[in-house]
Structures are given as structure tokens and as C-alpha cells.
């Protein structure tokens, strides 16, 4: 089994910056893909951003070139920084983890709201 637990998150202006962090324990030799995904009120859970164990990257659209993903794989740890917050950014954010049998692994998520 693999533990999620993420840090960071709160409430910050439009245009401002937060950095979110997820630190992997357990089964943790089993992860291939790493990531974050972000639900609104009555909306679907979506991909923000993921990152794979060999580094390469897939983003949302609509935060490509704001959000940065990265990895410490010696560290067990993922990072999302966020720079030129919207209000449309405002949401539960949720770290993934991806093992080698496909299955998924959830965080408890954290809160960002963007206020405008």
C-alpha cells in the first residue's frame, strides 16, 4: 500500500503563487506516475499535472506555463508550484500515485482558493 500526504495549499489573491508538496511512504517502489488532480464544487475530479519516474511531464491546458511539476525520487516526494493563481484555480487538489499495477493511490487532498 502506498500513503499520500500532502502539505501546502491555502488562500492567496489572483496573480499570486502557492506550492503544494506530497511526500510518498509505504509501498513506495511500486510507483511509476505521480501527480495532481483538483475537483471544484460540482464539477469532476481532473488532471492538473503529472510526472512520470523518468521525469516526463503532462499538464492541463488551462495551467501550462503557470504550474510546475516535479520529483524528488530519492526523497519520495512530488511538488506542484503554482504561479498566476485564477479564481478558476480554486479547488481541492489531490496527490496520485500510480503503481506498477495501475492502481491508484489517493492523498487526503488540500484546499486552494484563489480569491479575486
Known amino acids: 500500500q502506498v500513503q499520500l500526504v500532502e502539505s501546502g495549499g491555502g488562500l492567496v489573491q489572483a496573480g499570486g503563487s502557492l506550492r503544494l508538496s506530497c511526500a510518498a511512504s509505504g509501498s513506495i517502489f511500486s510507483i511509476n506516475a505521480m501527480g495532481w488532480y483538483r475537483q471544484a464544487p460540482g464539477k469532476q475530479r481532473e488532471l492538473v499535472a503529472a510526472i512520470t519516474s523518468g521525469g516526463s511531464t503532462n499538464y492541463a491546458d488551462s495551467v501550462k506555463g503557470r504550474f510546475t511539476i516535479s520529483r524528488d525520487n530519492a526523497k519520495n516526494t512530488v511538488t506542484l508550484q503554482m504561479n498566476s493563481l485564477k479564481p478558476e484555480d480554486t479547488a481541492v487538489y489531490y496527490c496520485?500515485?500510480?503503481?506498477?499495477?495501475?492502481?491508484?493511490?489517493w492523498g487526503q487532498g488540500t484546499q486552494v482558493t484563489v480569491s479575486s
Open positions: 496520485n500515485a500510480e503503481d506498477t499495477y495501475y492502481t491508484d493511490h
